[in-house]
């Protein structure tokens, strides 16, 4: 039985997808305050080498300023990012909302800044990758926070079938236009496996329950039209 999406659903995820150059700036702006929260919030130059940096990244991209300055921009207008301007300094700097945005602790923020900047992970990938920004004890804590991901509204990771082979299933965050593929493949898999027996006989016993209600008020209707005929 395939869940079927509300229309709730697709407007509430047509509005968090953003674009790769948004997606790049935000999980820069989020690692950089990990990193180095001394320089946080970030200058335009700190932020538009942070998106072009060649370690980290994936893809590795080359984006030129005017492009960064339009893409926060856009992230300003959708209240996922700020511009500051602090006492004495000669240029504004920026700073990201997501932890406001999706109420999101560090580690969670940590989680899903790693597969912006990463893609698809599994969660092992994830904790070795994401350490710098929240050290996670075992990757079940990891696992644990990327749950918290998915169980959001709307959803903000999606697990990934199994590929052929491999041991682990690998996460991807649901904020751009593969985060379609995610949810189509999410949905497919959810609509594959078996219903528990007791949710079958549930939902059976609740068919027969509402065929007798039926019946009762066809019953009842039949009386009712009798008395005029």
């Known amino acids: 039985m395939e ?10 995820a047509a509005e968090q997808r953003l674009d790769p150059f948004e997606i790049r700036v935000l999980a820069v702006l989020a690692e950089k305050e990990a990193l180095t929260p001394d320089n946080y919030p970030l200058s335009m130059n700190t932020l538009v080498a942070g998106c072009n940096q060649l370690s980290s990244r994936d893809p590795v991209m080359s984006m030129q300023e005017d492009t960064v300055q339009q893409t926060v921009q856009r992230l300003i207008d959708k209240k996922l990012a700020n511009e500051v301007r602090q006492a004495g300094a000669r240029v504004p700097k920026y700073e990201h909302r997501l932890r ?24 092992g990938e994830v904790r070795a990758r994401s350490g710098r920004m929240h050290e996670f004890a075992n990757v079940a804590e990891v696992e644990a926070g990327l ?12 697990r990934l079938a199994r590929a052929p082979g491999s041991k682990e299933a690998r996460y991807l965050h649901l904020l751009g236009e593969a985060g379609e593929v995610g ?47």
């Not at 869940?3 to 509430?12: K, L, S, T």
């Open 183 to 229: 949810r189509q493949e999410t949905a497919a898999a959810f609509s594959a496996q078996p219903l528990p027996a007791d949710r079958v006989a549930g939902l059976e016993a609740e068919v027969a329950e509402l065929r007798q209600q039926l019946e009762q008020l066809r019953d009842q209707f039949a009386q009712f039209r009798r008395q005029f005929e």
């Open 3 to 12: 869940e079927q999406r509300q229309p709730d659903d697709v407007q509430a």
């Open 147 to 158: 749950q918290f991901l998915i169980d959001k509204y709307p959803p903000l990771v999606a």
């Open 100 to 123: 406001i945005k999706w109420a999101l602790p560090q580690d969670k923020l940590a989680i899903l800044a790693t597969l912006m900047l990463r893609g698809p992970q599994t969660a």
